[in-house]
């Protein structure tokens, strides 16, 4: 059909390449029609399709330019490797599938999907050469059949349909059946038909059925979609390249939502007859949306952390347009890694759109593909692939971000505008620094604390102005110094440094105002300066729900519980799958005294994970309380299982004491003990053990000890099990004096 160049861009100074149209067809071809034609496929835009750059006519040559794919096609890799590995060519398939869903629904049929115009590049399928073969037949007025049997215009007979080969009109599922071919290909190693000319090829299409494909790994369900690709008639085929698409991907394994049956498969999720889900809005604007985690190679690569680091910025540009409720990090993590049924997830996340993206990275080259689709039509309103500098990453993001916005008809202020352009440093590498420290901190724990701090403070190093690395530094510090992972005085002095530092350089920055409104609270017992910390935090930005988590403690230390409930409350709203927002909401009933609130709400929370260790603290608290001393020590004893010993020995130990079991207890101080010698002890765990074994001495004289420390759990000492010999001791509110906790 064409004769391929790649050329030099020079006014862009980017790689292109020109197809100029073979002599014998372009001499019956109209310019200017040809132009009109290729407008329409121009149009296109998607992850896996090549876009139409330009055409015209220069001295009598026809010709269209497109971007230059550094890669290999399809055909290439069957010929250099054969059949390919079930996995991958599932992977392949679903990707052209996906291409041919958005052309057909923009009105384009390729009518030549071969190998040859399936490129592949990082792994990722991307078509080529939509629409051309309409646009040539269009602009010649020649008869289609004429052309066809050629094998250069309309289809190569190997993957041409019967309706194509016979010359009848032709609609999507033409495209289908090109596909299913290309897909016996990739399995067999050969088409499903072969002959010595075009015609006894096309002849086959018509009256041969296609050879059984022999591999050991080929799962039924994939015979059966690729024995309806090929039907004959085109009645029996998919009706759409979006339900191939789907029968594709129900062939890998995927999380079912945990709400639904176990028993119901995932085919049987996306055969079942579609409604609207009555969660998802049906009407008016798109006002809701969730940007899901894109996708990356492997987990505990570069680029996994890019492509998180990417989601979560993209996703806190969003959360500040108004009118737009943007799912917080904590639930869309929770789809990583997962295949992504549109309706489902949008009716889980009770959203209208959805944000999907893959990250790669080659050299100095990032590779980023995203698209925006509509949950209730299932139609795609943007997408775009991008490849550009390493050190391009700012306006990837900022393009993508302002793109996802015009797609969903929302206006901006000028304020919001500004937002979705902010920058926190122009250094590229600093940037990537802080995008790993994200990674690392995200982790939750002591290790992942600890390598964010070394990244965090190599972008700091790199851009000493850099706020957001000092606020991520000060987070972390903080988080060690509330866990006891180190000593209290040298975590949360370094931790208030960072904040300030990072206030410094950006009073607007909600995330320190609410750091340190977190050292001022745990630390310094400054509770009306930790106050104003966070009412700054939520003023500048009201989504931000741990800002409203942590206010909710300062509430509770100076005994507000209403407001201490109505703040918790708010966090949750915020960010409802967050586990430790879940837990801290049942240890907000707790402290209010309403129990069974407490008990309910704990429960919802082992039921998002039954695994997350800080559920069983407030858990054993509430046991502890209502005289339940065996529930309570099975409860801290899995807090200090599922802690590998770091958090709650003390509990453990003070719940076995009161319960009479002071071999527990014992046993505690001892591994509190042998645990000193590698890293820092709490000396209120040694304090409240002692307690727990009525050693009144020791325990005053680890609690003073623990003052001196300022260990954070001190906020909380009057809901701590003390016994009564404890509390009627004179000291008991001379050590709540000094942390500035007023008598009940």
Avoid at 201 to 226: A, N
Avoid at 728 to 744: H, M, Q, S, T
Wanted: proline share 5%; glycine share 6%.
């Amino acid at each position: 059909m064409s004769r391929v160049f790649e050329a030099r861009d020079v006014s862009l100074g980017r790689t292109v390449v020109i197809k100029v149209i073979s002599a014998e067809l372009a001499a019956g071809v109209d310019a200017d029609r040809f132009r009109r034609e290729i407008q329409v496929a121009a149009t296109l835009r998607h992850p896996h399709i090549v876009p139409l750059l330009s055409a015209g006519e220069a001295d009598g040559i026809l010709y269209y330019t497109m971007p230059f794919i550094n890669g290999e096609s399809l055909q290439q890799r069957l010929q250099r490797a054969g059949p390919l590995p079930v996995p991958e060519v599932v992977h392949l398939a679903e990707e052209v599938a996906d291409a041919l869903d958005h052309a057909h629904r923009q009105g384009v049929i390729h009518r030549d999907i071969k190998p040859a115009n399936i490129l592949l590049e990082d792994e990722h399928a991307i078509v080529a050469d939509f629409g051309i073969a309409r646009a040539v037949r269009q602009a010649t007025g020649r008869a289609e059949t004429m052309l066809t049997v050629t094998g250069l215009v309309l289809g190569t007979p190997h993957y041409m349909s019967p309706e194509q080969g016979g010359g009848d009109v032709v609609d999507g599922r033409t495209d289908i059946y090109s596909l299913g071919c290309v897909l016996h290909e990739m399995l067999a190693g050969s088409p499903p038909f072969e002959g010595a000319t075009a015609q006894q090829i096309i002849l086959q299409h018509f009256v041969k059925d296609p050879p059984l494909i022999t591999r050991d790994d080929m799962p039924g369900g994939l015979r059966e979609v690729l024995t309806r690709t090929l039907a004959k008639d085109p009645e029996q085929r998919y009706a759409s390249a979006a339900e191939l698409r789907n029968d594709l991907r129900s062939l890998e394994t995927r999380h079912l939502p945990t709400s639904l049956p176990a028993s119901l498969t995932t085919r049987e999720l996306r055969s079942a007859p579609r409604t609207p889900t009555p969660s998802v809005p049906t009407s008016g604007p798109i006002d809701s949306l969730a940007v899901l985690p894109f996708d990356s190679p492997a987990a505990g690569t570069d680029d996994e952390y890019l492509a998180d680091g990417i989601t979560e910025s993209i996703l806190n540009k969003l959360t500040r347009v108004s009118g737009l409720r943007v799912v917080p990090r904590s639930i869309v993590f929770r789809y990583k890694r997962r295949e992504i049924d549109i309706p489902v997830v949008a009716g889980e996340l009770r959203v209208r759109a959805l944000v999907t993206g893959r990250v790669r990275q080659r050299g100095q080259t990032l590779h980023v593909s995203a698209e925006l689709t509509d949950a209730l039509s299932e139609s795609q309103l943007w997408g775009d692939r991008i490849s550009r500098s390493a050190e391009d990453i700012f306006a990837v993001q900022e393009e993508m971000a302002t793109e996802i916005v015009k797609s969903l008809r929302l206006r901006l202020s000028a304020e919001e505008k500004q937002e979705l352009m902010r920058r926190y440093t122009e250094d590229s590498v600093a940037y990537r620094a802080y995008l790993r420290g994200r990674y690392q901190w995200n982790k939750r724990t002591r290790d992942g604390f600890l390598r964010a701090i070394a990244h965090f403070q190599e972008a700091i190093d790199r851009d000493p102005s850099y706020a957001l690395a000092y606020a991520g530094l000060a987070d972390a510090y903080n988080v060690l110094g509330y866990y006891n992972y180190l000593p209290p005085r040298e975590a949360y002095t370094k931790a208030k440094a960072a904040a300030t530092r990072a206030l410094d350089l950006d009073e607007s920055l909600a995330q320190a105002h609410a750091s340190l409104g977190y050292t001022r609270l745990f630390f310094d017992w400054d509770w009306s300066g930790a106050e104003a910390s966070f009412r700054r935090a939520i003023e500048l930005d009201p989504s931000y729900a741990s800002a409203h988590q942590w206010y909710a403690w300062c509430l509770l230390v100076m005994r507000r519980m209403d407001e201490m409930i109505e703040a918790m409350r708010s966090a949750l709203q915020l960010d409802p799958l967050s586990l430790i927002i879940n837990a801290h909401m049942g240890y907000a009933f707790f402290w209010a005294g309403r129990f069974d609130e407490a008990l309910e709400q704990l429960a919802r929370t082992q039921a998002l994970d039954p695994d997350f260790a800080l559920t069983y603290w407030p858990l054993g608290a509430i046991h502890v309380w209502n005289g339940r001393t065996d529930e309570a020590i099975a409860a801290f004893q899995r807090l200090v299982d599922l802690t590998g010993g770091t958090i709650g020995m003390g509990y453990l130990g003070i719940t076995a004491g009161i319960g009479g079991r002071l071999d527990i207890t014992r046993d505690v101080l001892q591994r509190l003990d042998a645990a000193a010698s590698s890293r820092y002890i709490s000396p209120l765990d040694r304090a409240i053990c002692h307690a727990g074994l009525g050693d009144v001495e020791e325990t005053f004289r680890w609690l003073e000890s623990a003052v001196e420390e300022r260990v954070s759990d001190l906020v909380r000492l009057r809901v701590l099990p003390w016994p009564e010999v404890v509390r009627r001791d004179p000291r008991f509110e001379r050590v709540a004096g000094e942390i500035g906790l007023a008598a009940p």
